[in-house]
């Protein structure tokens, strides 16, 4: 918690933080105080850019014989602002080549996503057309064995012979299925 201590001038109280927690309460209590007021928002700091090179180099001499005792820093001067320049160039062209591969690999991860999903949204709809194909064939068998219950009047306990049918081999299944579970195989798992 923050820790308050008085001040010579009367009437005003220093609050000293004690946490990073309590410096961030009191900036943000001072910005809400007067919400008319605007805050202050800092700009991005420009990119670095280096200066061009010079176009005439007057220093001949470099470090070699006969140049003056002050012409030495004027030549490593140069070479080192030189050298950077370079070193910009290299590290920008690089970095514009990183990002240019991300993106071709991003592209491409996003080409492979679209595609895998295409391919499963076309199974999905095969397979509920299939469904939907197989529904109707069902129906139909259904009236059929209905009428002919109808007719022969020898369905048991109200039931059609198509659905007597299906509930005998939903149990044959059943104890099938009961049995596979049973199995050894399957105790440990």
Do not use: C
Not at 106 to 123: F, H
Not at 140 to 153: A, H, L
Not at 172 to 179: A, C, G
């Amino acid at each position: 918690m923050a820790t308050e201590e008085t001040t010579n001038v009367p009437g005003k109280t220093v609050v000293v933080p004690k946490t990073a927690a309590d410096l961030q309460r009191m900036k943000l209590e001072k910005l809400m105080s007067n919400p008319e007021k605007e805050a202050f928002i800092p700009s991005r700091p420009k990119e670095y850019t280096p200066k061009a090179p010079v176009e005439f180099v007057r220093n001949v001499w470099g470090s070699s014989a006969g140049a003056g005792s002050g012409e030495f820093h004027v030549y490593r001067g140069t070479r080192r602002r030189e050298y950077a320049r370079q070193k910009f160039m290299t590290e920008k062209t690089e970095k514009e080549k990183e990002d240019a591969e991300y993106h071709r690999k991003l592209e491409a991860n996003k080409q492979a996503a679209e595609s895998k999903t295409a391919k499963k949204r076309a199974k999905r709809l095969k397979k509920k057309q299939k469904q939907k194909a197989k529904k109707p064939k069902q129906n139909d068998e259904n009236k059929e064995s209905e009428s002919d219950s109808e007719n022969d009047d020898e369905g048991q306990e109200g039931l059609n012979a198509g659905e007597q049918s299906q509930i005998e081999d939903n149990q044959q299944e059943k104890v099938i299925n009961s049995d596979h579970n049973k199995s050894p195989d399957n105790e440990g798992r």
